[in-house]
């Protein structure tokens, strides 16, 4: 208790804000990690995973596991509220996890359950381009 348990808050409370900031990003703990080293926090990957594990079993972040690249990505839980609502896609340009409607990629996919296998949307990370790099082609 004392002194070590809000050193270890102040640690848990840092990492919630700045994905809490980037609520509609999806974050890396590497880049969490970039992020506190420019304000100043002196803080190990060890500790980011770990406060990470906790914030997820706490059901403020969500953790996805993108791809063998990426790794596991962190979200903040309020920005995705309606969880059921969207999928998941990664920009093949520029490595960002971006949401899709889920209606558009059912409707995209119906007659997909040919053979008796049904898609999880909710778990399936689509590929393609995101809007932003189909701009600036
Ligand atoms: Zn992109
Ligand atoms: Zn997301």
Redesign the pocket.
């Known amino acids: 208790m004392g002194a070590r348990t809000s050193y270890k808050t102040k640690h848990r409370d840092e990492i919630l804000e700045i994905l809490q900031e980037n609520e509609?990003e999806?974050m890396t703990a590497g880049q969490i990690l970039d992020e506190l080293k420019a304000r100043g926090v002196s803080i190990g990957v060890a500790t980011i995973y770990r406060q990470l594990d906790r914030l997820v079993e706490e059901g403020a972040v969500?953790k996805?596991m993108v791809d063998a690249v990426t790794g596991a990505?962190y979200?903040f839980r309020d920005?995705?509220e309606e969880k059921s609502a969207?999928v998941?896609g990664k920009c093949e340009k520029c490595g960002k996890?971006?949401?899709i409607e889920r209606k558009a990629v059912e409707t995209a996919m119906q007659g997909f359950s040919g053979g008796g296998f049904e898609l999880d949307c909710t778990r399936t990370l689509f590929y393609g381009i995101c809007e932003d790099c189909r701009r600036t082609k």
Do not use: I, S
Request: glycine share 8%; with cysteine.
């Open positions: 509609r999806h969500n996805y990505c979200e920005g995705h969207y998941h996890v971006v949401h």
